[in-house]
């Protein structure tokens, strides 16, 4: 809860209004020591709510009644205009119930219209370095009494080749208080020497330090015991993943709409999308989720073909695609243009040899994930104890209470580490549990998804 933080109550409203619930991990992290005034040296990703993490407790220390402005008090620096952009909407959405104002000076916009903007002085001032610098060479801006400064995706900024404005900047900041330094990666030595020059005894807070050394994405099983347990498990991964839009794929539309009436029951902004609905609703989503109005889509594979949205970050499969060639388009909604994604899919019973064979399909194995808060009771097919003997010769007589059919799973789904006992090589051998075509012949047949 936002609450948790010595928060000024119209931030709290503010908070409130937007819908943010739980904070993320680096807000839970950051803003705490934001708050005790201490610089901060944070590795975050862009979609980890970071942003949140630095504006609020700017805006804390901003806050007070309302007076003619005088002094710029806090600089963001960012390293392109549509950051910038994006910075300064996260700012006014916090700031709605304050007096606070702040301003942004990006390249590629008018330079006089920048400097009588900055004639009427913004509490907080958000821009890119190199325009910044030139309204600063213009005699246009005046940087002394800036108590906050906030140097966001500060890697990124080094390789555009900021280092040298950004420290100038930071000079100019001579009188701040506190400094807090966000990138997406650990960095090198270029940001070492940066930390060093800007930051004084910085904490330094690492938030998703793993996703940053697997690139692209990664994907993994969260094993449920039936299809309620699932929706127990997604509403904890809607909760406490870090993400900035996700999908949850479903295999019918039966499915997509009880999903999506429950995520609107909690007061998820979610939109859903399957064969019922028609183009216009579906553009209407899509323009939403792009616009980030709404953070959440529940899917079935026609409705989602050719999606395309950026800072899709999440995709949750509730329920195993039919098809390798299904998963591959599904999980390729998220981790574009080397972005981050995380693909989760939820695995019963009666999902794990189709999840297994698309496995193979892949030459892939998913990373097994259990989260306790929510953890069930099947973790995946029983290995067959052996006592010390061969596997196989074992295998029926522990399988004993089973049928025929029980017998065949198990041999087909020993799970990852049995897969020797399973017949390969090839997807054209991959027969799946339900009795369904081998996995081969259905990845060329038209899409079936409802
Ligand atoms: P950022 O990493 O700051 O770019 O944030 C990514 C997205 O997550 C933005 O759309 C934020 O508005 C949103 N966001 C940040 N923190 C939260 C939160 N605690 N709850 C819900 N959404 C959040």
């Given at each position: ?28 992290a ?34 007070g ?29 916090f ?5 606070i ?6 390249g ?10 900055l004639r009427k ?36 900024m ?10 100038r ?14 990138s ?5 030595s270029?940001?070492?020497e ?6 004084k ?48 794929f ?6 997509a ?41 529940v ?61 193979r ?25 052996a ?19 029980g ?5 087909v789904?020993?799970g ?15 027969v ?15 899409p079936?998804?409802e």
């Amino acid at each position: 809860m936002f609450s948790q933080f010595a928060l000024h109550e119209r931030l709290l409203k503010a908070v409130a209004e937007l819908n943010f619930v739980e904070p993320t991990p680096v807000q839970t992290a950051a803003i705490p020591l934001a708050l005790e005034g201490h610089d901060l040296r944070v590795t975050a990703q862009t979609g980890s709510g970071k942003t949140a993490a630095f504006v609020l407790p700017m805006l804390n220390r901003l806050m007070g009644p309302a007076k003619v402005r005088v002094d710029i008090r806090a600089v963001i620096l960012l390293p392109t205009r549509e950051l910038a952009q994006q910075t300064l909407k996260e700012v006014e959405r916090f700031s709605q119930f304050t007096f606070i104002k702040a301003g942004l000076i990006t390249g590629g916009e008018d330079f006089k219209v920048q400097a009588a903007m900055l004639r009427k002085v913004p509490d907080i001032l958000i821009g890119t370095p190199g325009r910044l610098l030139e309204q600063l060479n213009a005699g246009n801006l005046d940087l002394k009494q800036v108590e906050l400064l906030v140097l966001d995706e500060a890697d990124r900024m080094l390789d555009m080749g900021f280092a040298e404005d950004v420290e100038r900047l930071a000079g100019e900041c001579a009188n701040r208080q506190q400094t807090m330094l966000f990138s997406a990666t650990t960095g090198g030595s270029g940001l070492r020497e940066m930390i060093g020059k800007v930051l004084k005894d910085p904490q330094h807070l690492q938030v998703n330090s793993v996703s940053e050394l697997a690139p692209g994405t990664r994907q993994q099983i969260i094993t449920a015991d039936h299809n309620v347990h699932k929706e127990q498990v997604l509403n904890w991964l809607l909760a406490n993943e870090t993400y900035q839009k996700a999908i949850i794929f479903t295999n019918t539309r039966a499915m997509a709409d009880r999903i999506y009436g429950r995520l609107v029951a909690l007061e998820y902004k979610a939109f859903v999308l399957h064969g019922d609905k028609d183009q216009k609703d579906r553009k209407l989503a899509i323009d939403r989720l792009k616009q980030g109005g709404v953070k959440i889509l529940v899917a079935t594979d026609v409705a989602a073909r050719g999606l395309d949205v950026d800072g899709l970050d999440m995709v949750i499969n509730f329920d195993m695609p039919r098809t390798g060639d299904d998963y591959v388009h599904r999980i390729g909604r998220t981790g574009r243009a080397g972005g981050e994604g995380l693909a989760i899919s939820l695995i019963t019973h009666g999902d794990w040899n189709l999840m297994s064979s698309i496995e193979r399909y892949l030459k892939q194995k998913f990373e097994r994930r259990t989260i306790k808060e929510v953890k069930g009771t099947y973790t995946g097919p029983k290995k067959v104890k052996a006592s010390g003997k061969a596997v196989g010769v074992k295998k029926k007589k522990t399988d004993g209470k089973g049928d025929k059919k029980g017998d065949k799973k198990k041999a087909v789904t020993k799970g990852p580490t049995k897969r020797k006992s399973v017949n390969r090589p090839g997807a054209e051998s991959l027969v799946s549990q339900d009795g369904m075509a081998p996995l081969k012949k259905r990845v060329t047949r038209p899409p079936v998804a409802e």
